[in-house]
């Protein structure tokens, strides 16, 4: 079944491969969905706080594979303000609740204090220690709630919140119990930090990277050299996408590609960065993850 099918009334789900397949080509196009409103949650973090979130449920309250969703730098609010769903994250959201998926939205900064981490820099909230223990906290809560279908969560993250999926799912950083993550999605993360050497990547489940060819925030040919890497040993399988021309955040729904200023961390140091839409990008990534989600197996064992 097609992950991303939106559910018009009164029509009949897609079963099988060839009506998912006609599902996929002729609804991917289609405006976003309605979604249900977010609901507001909280559950211990790694580090003795207690993380909020939001969750996005599909209609109906039928059970399906939590998708744990790891927000960018600029987080989903401040600590005095409540929790909101960005533009791009909101879009993903619709997407995958339609199809089935619950989506968790866990926030790491606004329990620390920090509203965003884009200018400021990152307080040591980075993605391999304090991010990657709220990601993995996260999964394993939702993986005991009602609505969660057996068989581990995905990560699904954009930029930071990229890192962090690759972070969690990377058993060199630390152990991830066994089954809890089924897959991992990062779209445009930093594959390494800057200055330093490409880390080693041990996934313990398959990961999909989908990257901007043109991208001068986090350059695609780190994770494309961490990809052939992993490649050359046992294990999961770890798949890059890079998109030619395409800049940072090119599957946001509607932004015009602009130039930013003043961020904190970039390759060249001036603070500088191009992001925006990617029309084609966008619409092949949706299909990519689609196809991913539905190939993943329980457990995330190949």
């Given amino acids: 079944m097609n992950p991303f099918r939106l559910r018009p009334p009164r029509r009949g789900p897609c079963l099988g491969p060839l009506a998912a397949l006609a599902c996929l080509l002729s609804t991917l196009a289609t405006a976003r969905p309605a979604m249900v409103a ?18 996005v449920l599909p209609e109906g309250g039928r059970k399906g594979v939590p998708v ?5 730098c600029g987080g989903l609010g401040g600590p005095a303000r409540p929790m909101h769903l960005p533009a791009r994250e909101a879009d993903w959201a619709a997407r995958l609740a339609a199809s089935g998926h619950p989506v968790l939205f866990p926030d790491s900064f606004g329990p620390r204090g920090v509203a965003e981490v884009c200018h400021g820099g990152e307080r040591g909230i980075q993605p391999e220690n304090l991010r990657r223990g709220d990601a993995l ?8 709630q009602g609505w969660a279908a057996a068989g581990g969560v995905v990560l699904l993250g954009w930029s930071h919140g990229g ?3 690759l972070a969690a799912a990377n058993r060199v950083f630390g152990p991830v119990p066994e089954g809890l993550v089924r897959g991992a999605v990062a779209l445009y993360p930093g594959c390494v930090r800057v200055g330093r050497a490409l880390p080693p990547f041990d996934p313990a489940s398959p990961v999909l990277m989908l990257l901007g060819g043109a991208d001068g925030w ?17 294990g999961p399988s770890v798949e890059s996408v890079t998109y030619p021309g395409a800049e940072h955040g090119f599957d946001q729904p ?4 602009r130039e930013l200023s003043g961020m904190a961390i970039t390759p060249k140091g001036d603070g500088r960065v191009r992001m925006g839409t990617d029309a084609a990008a966008r619409a092949d990534a949706l299909r990519r993850v689609a196809a991913f989600l539905a190939r993943l197996p329980p457990g995330g064992q190949e």
């Fill in 38 to 55: 977010p609901e507001a949650v909280a559950f211990p973090g790694p580090d003795g706080i207690t993380l909020r979130a939001l969750l």
């Fill in 68 to 72: 744990v969703a790891l927000h960018g």
């Fill in 137 to 144: 906290a996260a999964a394993a809560w939702a993986e005991r």
């Fill in 163 to 165: 890192s962090t999926v």
């Fill in 218 to 234: 986090t350059p695609a040919h780190f994770c494309e050299a961490l990809a052939r890497r992993a490649g050359e040993r046992p």
């Fill in 254 to 257: 509607h932004m015009p590609v």
